[in-house]
């Protein structure tokens, strides 16, 4: 197939519109980049961000093991604090039920329990 000079400006002239718009694209998208950093969040551009370092792996486990230490310290605290006010709660209900022997109140189920045997 042979090109005429006639179809070689068409053929040349329709290169150039494809680059074209793919230049014009590729500006349009930096347009939209750029204008996102200045519109943008703060903070979320990386040359304002001024935090520390992130931390390493292991500072991290280490922080979330502290955290559950102090989760469980704080649960068995509040577990031991409900079993002594059940323990108050039945000492003082077992006191209440418990018969008086005190000195001057002895009753005759007492004195029933000696000389039972006969002989």
């Known amino acids: 197939m042979k090109l005429s000079v006639t179809t070689l400006p068409f053929v040349a002239a329709s290169g150039w519109t494809k680059i074209e718009e793919k230049q014009q694209t590729q500006l349009v998208g930096v347009d939209d980049k750029s204008s996102l950093d200045t519109v943008g969040v703060p903070g979320l551009c990386p040359s304002s961000d001024k935090r ?8 991290i486990a280490q922080f979330q ?3 559950m230490e102090e989760k469980r310290a704080r649960l068995n605290k509040q577990l031991r604090r409900n079993l002594d006010n059940t ?3 039945l000492a003082h209900t077992h006191k209440q039920q418990k018969p008086d022997i005190e000195r001057g109140c002895i009753d005759d189920n007492f004195f ?3 000389n039972t045997c006969s002989r």
Request: glycine letters at 0%; a neutral charge.
């Open 87 to 89: 323990n108050a709660t």
């Open 112 to 114: 029933s329990k000696f």
């Open 65 to 67: 093991k502290y955290q």
């Open 52 to 59: 520390a370092p992130p931390e390493s792996l292991q500072e």
